[in-house]
């Protein structure tokens, strides 16, 4: 498998990933938080789209704990 093969597979994984995390509850995706703002930050660093729906949970739960914000989330500068 070339590299850019290998890049795509883990493209996609990273974007189905996100999709799961995108149908949580916000109870559930409260719980993972930590988890899932890790995992947008590397799929922004591999160039993968994240959901908007899904930052902007993620971005309101994350004020609700005081959590500073990703530096790199769109309409937070």
Known sequence: MTEDAANIDRQQL?????????????????????????????ARRMGVPV?????????RLSEKRSWPLDEREPGRD
């Open 14 to 42: 990273m974007a189905e990933a996100l999709q799961e995390y995108a149908a949580c509850s916000d109870p559930q995706l409260d719980w993972i938080l930590g988890l899932v703002r890790h995992r947008i930050g590397a």
């Open 51 to 59: 959901p908007d729906d899904l930052a902007s949970r993620v971005s």
